[in-house]
């Protein structure tokens, strides 16, 4: 790699680095952890009875050597295991606006991935395109979250159709601890409802959807040469045609609709989001829904 190149992706970790950083603090700091809930509960303390509580959760041991009632306290086990499935096809380049797909996506689980720092949780990577292209298995730390956010600035968007599914399928295998998983792309390919499910049974599955404004509306511009960034199929079409621009965009809408429906099927979280808007806006929303449910 040519040291200009190295120079120009330090310079986007550190931008990424601070937009994070101060979204964290300005916007999710208290969404992120009352949204994600832990493994499980763990012991936290004993102390005397009380009248009210629970009548199990006498700890007869500390209770015979103190000669009064003690109970078992316990609190959710927070540390959670946070992972970012990532789809680096060459579909995520597009973008029509000041940024592709591709560096919307980055941005966002880059944002996140500070969340789960702040919250001292562990941390992996999966970029997959039309199979897994690197896996990086969650750790903690700091120097762990800058590194994945360079590997995801770094990578080149792979021109083959994506597979969702392959995707699904291989952290089914190597991650057998139950997990928050981020699902990331614009899911121009579908994912099965099977796939989607057995991944929401073992795991938190959030599907983070990207899209772009033109591609549910055309502009009228006269003909356009369109290439199909992964399968390479060339078409010519005529956009200052009603029809063209009504058909354009009913296939799109019925396209968005279709996937909503397959992940509202599964039962898995959807967060959409824009090139056209703030992604903190839509996570905000996302966090405030989620909380609301959980209450």
Same mark, same amino acid.
């Given at each position: 790699?040519?040291?200009?190149?190295?120079?120009?992706?330090?310079?986007?970790?550190?931008?990424?680095?601070?937009?994070?950083?101060?979204?964290?603090?300005?916007?999710?700091?208290?969404?992120?952890?009352?949204?994600?809930?832990?493994?499980?509960?763990?012991?936290?303390?004993?102390?005397?009875?009380?009248?009210?509580?629970?009548?199990?959760?006498?700890?007869?041991?500390?209770?015979?050597?103190?000669?009064?009632?003690?109970?078992?306290?316990?609190?959710?086990?927070?540390?959670?295991?946070?992972? &970012?499935?990532? %789809? @680096?096809?060459?579909?995520?380049?597009?973008?029509? /606006?000041?940024?592709?797909? !591709?560096? =919307?996506?980055? +941005?966002?689980?880059?944002?996140?991935?500070?969340?789960?720092?702040?919250?001292?949780?562990?941390?992996?990577?999966?970029? &997959?395109?039309? %199979? @897994?292209?690197?896996?990086?298995?969650?750790?903690? /730390?700091?120097?762990?979250? !800058?590194? =994945?956010?360079? +590997?995801?600035?770094?990578?080149?968007?792979?021109?083959?159709?994506?597979?969702?599914?392959?995707?699904?399928?291989?952290?089914?295998?190597?991650?057998?601890?139950?997990?928050?998983?981020?699902?990331?792309?614009?899911?121009?390919?579908?994912?099965?409802?099977?796939?989607?499910?057995?991944?929401?049974?073992?795991?938190?599955?959030?599907?983070?959807?990207?899209?772009?404004?033109?591609?549910?509306?055309?502009?009228?511009?006269?003909?356009?040469?369109?290439?199909?960034?992964?399968?390479?199929?060339?078409?010519?079409?005529?956009?200052?045609?009603?029809?063209?621009?009504?058909?354009?965009?009913?296939?799109?809408?019925?396209?968005?609709?279709?996937?909503?429906?397959?992940?509202?099927?599964?039962?898995?979280?959807?967060?959409?989001?824009?090139?056209?808007?703030?992604?903190?806006?839509?996570?905000?929303?996302?966090?405030?829904?989620?909380?609301?449910?959980?209450?």
């Amino acid at each position: 790699m040519a040291e200009q190149t190295v120079a120009e992706i330090l310079r986007k970790v550190q931008r990424i680095q601070i937009v994070a950083n101060r979204s964290v603090n300005e916007l999710l700091a208290g969404q992120y952890r009352s949204v994600f809930r832990g493994q499980g509960i763990e012991f936290d303390e004993v102390r005397e009875y009380q009248p009210g509580d629970e009548i199990r959760m006498i700890d007869w041991n500390v209770t015979a050597r103190a000669g009064v009632p003690f109970i078992k306290r316990f609190c959710e086990e927070r540390e959670l295991t946070v992972m &970012f499935l990532l %789809d @680096v096809s060459a579909s995520g380049a597009f973008g029509t /606006g000041e940024r592709s797909k !591709l560096d =919307l996506m980055v +941005e966002m689980v880059a944002l996140l991935m500070f969340s789960a720092l702040k919250n001292n949780d562990k941390v992996g990577l999966l970029l &997959f395109a039309d %199979d @897994v292209q690197t896996y990086f298995p969650s750790r903690k /730390g700091k120097a762990n979250v !800058l590194r =994945l956010i360079r +590997e995801m600035i770094s990578v080149e968007p792979v021109p083959k159709e994506t597979s969702l599914d392959a995707a699904l399928q291989f952290f089914n295998r190597v991650q057998r601890r139950r997990s928050v998983v981020f699902l990331i792309s614009d899911f121009q390919a579908e994912a099965s409802r099977q796939a989607l499910a057995v991944s929401n049974g073992r795991h938190d599955l959030v599907c983070i959807t990207v899209s772009d404004p033109r591609e549910h509306e055309l502009p009228s511009v006269g003909f356009i040469n369109f290439r199909d960034a992964e399968t390479g199929e060339i078409i010519d079409v005529d956009t200052r045609s009603d029809r063209v621009r009504q058909l354009f965009r009913r296939q799109a809408s019925r396209r968005t609709e279709k996937v909503s429906a397959g992940l509202r099927r599964a039962c898995v979280d959807e967060l959409a989001v824009s090139t056209s808007e703030p992604y903190t806006t839509s996570l905000r929303r996302f966090f405030e829904a989620r909380e609301r449910r959980f209450r």
